[in-house]
């Protein structure tokens, strides 16, 4: 029977050390991950299954030193268990900054190519109030009249309005003054 105990106590410990490392592994793979955020979710889903794997070989060695029957062999093992349960805290704590540095890294990549958006949408605008200031041939109202002219044949013939052009009132050239 003590065989049988010593066989299982060192099955658990080698499954201990495999689930551990595998953790290590993913975490990193955490820390490494520039993709997207579904990526990041599927690694996260794989540590939280192997953190229970863990747990639960854990909870085994735990079982088996309760039922040892020498004292010394008892608190050996207890001990290698408050130990594997401290490892495994902090795993955890890294385990939650890596997934945080993650949420963070993608959420600022996200406002950057708003802002990245924006600037250009900006640069854009300022090269069209640039040409409107050196065109002496197209002022500011007759080219937002294009523009509007331009827009409403759009919501034309996208079915916007199909009645008439003259019910949306386009009639004439957009560009003569009013």
Do not use: W
């Not at 520039?34 to 794997?53: C, H, I, W």
């Not at 735990?62 to 408050?82: G, N, W």
């Not at 002496?136 to 509007?148: C, D, E, G, K």
């Not at 409403?152 to 009645?163: A, I, P, R, Y």
């Amino acid at each position: 029977m003590a065989a049988a105990q010593d066989v299982h106590v060192r099955i658990c410990n080698q499954e201990i050390v495999k689930f551990d490392l595998e953790v290590k592994a993913l975490i990193q793979d955490i820390r490494d991950c520039s993709g997207p955020l579904s990526a990041l979710t599927e690694l996260n889903t794989k540590v939280k299954e192997k953190f229970q794997q863990l747990r639960h070989r854990i909870q085994e060695l735990e079982q088996s030193a309760k039922e040892q029957d020498k004292e010394s062999e008892k608190q050996v093992l207890l001990q290698e268990v408050e130990n594997h349960k401290k490892q495994m805290l902090r795993k955890t704590a890294k385990e939650s900054l890596a997934q945080t540095s993650s949420a963070i890294t993608e959420s600022l990549m996200g406002i950057s190519r708003m802002m990245s958006q924006q600037v250009q949408q900006s640069e854009e605008a300022m090269q069209t109030l640039d040409f409107c200031d050196t065109s002496p041939q197209l002022p500011l109202p007759r080219l937002l009249r294009s523009v509007f002219y331009y827009e409403e044949l759009m919501l034309l013939n996208c079915g916007v309005g199909e009645d008439s052009s003259e019910s949306l009132g386009l009639q004439g050239d957009p560009t003569s003054p009013s």
